[in-house]
């Protein structure tokens, strides 16, 4: 079976948002924020898993986009627990490029199929 790079980094992703949350929600008493960095960083793997199984093209494409959309999310909640001061800085430098790729991978796989259905 092929390697599934976004699903094996979304994954891995997820594993560190959790790790995260663990630390803010535990060391630093912040339960909301977290919470919701929580659901969008851990939302992205779990739509790609399910795009899996996708009914159709254009069922694939729209969890792609939403697990998309959930990726930009999770930067806006990054950016803001670091801008808050709540977020150690070296903790957001690990996780916020991890979260950029995601971004990037995902907006690269909405193109290509994008393009594949426009002709």
Do not use: C
Not at 40 to 61: M, N, P, V, Y
Not at 76 to 105: C, G, H, M, T
Request: glycine share 2%.
């Amino acid at each position: 079976m092929k390697e599934n790079i976004i699903l094996n980094k979304s994954y891995s992703f997820a594993l560190e948002v959790i790790k995260v949350y663990q630390h803010l929600s535990s060391d630093k008493k912040e339960l909301i924020l977290s919470k919701q960095l929580l659901r969008s960083g851990t939302a992205i793997g779990a739509l790609i898993r399910e795009a899996e199984h996708a009914q159709s093209k254009k069922d694939f494409l729209n969890k792609i986009n939403i697990s998309l959309k959930e990726a930009n999310e999770t930067l806006y909640w990054l950016q803001l627990l670091k801008d808050s001061s709540i977020l150690d800085i070296s903790i957001y430098n690990s996780i916020f490029p991890k979260a950029e790729e995601l971004v990037r991978l995902l907006v690269s796989i909405v193109k290509t199929l994008k393009g594949q259905t426009s002709n």
